[in-house]
């Protein structure tokens, strides 16, 4: 069964930094992209980054670009988010999905609150 | 960017009602459109992939088509667990877009 689970969210003011992880299992995980997606709370779906299966080709949303940074490490199966520079309009539920996305899992999220 | 512009924004219905959402692209995305059902506090869902294919283990009354720039999502005979927010997403193309999302409630 295919499994991904988030962690990492929390509370951080404004200008600080946090980082995401996306642990996976029952797959082969170095064989497989991935994608960050957030939902701020009663809000629309947007996403955030992408990252091939070997790390070599990175997207991300004009939104978060310069500040965040997506990476991976294929040996613990792990897909990360690193997040500086947060701003209140961070705030949001993240998600790790693999890609492509008609593949449709998603983890449960995990919750990122910016505010001072 | 591509642009997905999804209607309604909400829905009122009836079990038993066949429902119809809609989601246009900005540009042809090459059937690259999923549908998803999410309901409150959970991750959303995956209905509909590449416009009209049923996911696994999704109840046959949920279908999708379309092609190109329009495509149309029905869920036939509504039932009450149905009740929960719909959105389309556009993967053709970074950055991948999504709908704005249709609430859907019963009368």
């Known amino acids: 069964e295919v499994q991904l689970v988030e962690s990492g969210g929390g509370f951080v003011h404004p200008g600080g930094s946090l980082r995401l992880s996306c642990g996976a299992s029952g797959f082969t995980f170095s064989s497989y992209e991935f994608n960050w997606v957030r939902q701020a709370p009663g809000k629309g779906l947007e996403w955030v980054s992408y990252?091939?299966?070997?790390?070599?080709?990175?997207y991300y949303a004009d939104s978060v670009r310069g500040r965040f940074t997506i990476s991976r490490d294929n040996a613990k199966k792990s897909l990360y988010l690193q997040m500086n520079s947060l701003r209140v309009e961070d705030t949001a539920f993240y998600y790790c999905?693999?890609?492509?996305?008609?593949?449709?899992?998603w983890g449960q999220g995990t919750l990122v609150t910016v505010s001072s | 960017d591509i642009q997905m512009t999804q209607s309604p924004s909400s829905l009122s219905a009836s079990v038993g009602d066949r429902v119809t959402i809609t989601c246009q692209a900005s540009?042809?995305?090459?059937?690259?459109l999923n549908w998803y059902q999410q309901k409150p506090g959970k991750a959303p869902k995956l209905l509909i992939y590449?416009?009209?294919s049923l996911q696994t283990g999704v109840p046959s009354r949920f279908s999708g088509s379309g092609t190109g720039t329009d495509f149309t999502f029905t869920i036939n005979s509504l039932q009450p667990e149905d009740i929960a927010t719909y959105f389309c997403?556009?993967?053709?193309?970074?950055?991948?877009?999504f709908g704005q999302g249709t609430k859907l409630e019963i009368k």
């Open positions: 540009q042809d995305i090459n059937n690259y």
């Open positions: 997403l556009q993967y053709d193309d970074v950055p991948y877009t």
């Open positions: 590449d416009a009209s």
């Open positions: 990252i091939s299966s070997t790390g070599t080709t990175i």
């Open positions: 999905a693999r890609a492509p996305f008609n593949l449709g899992d």
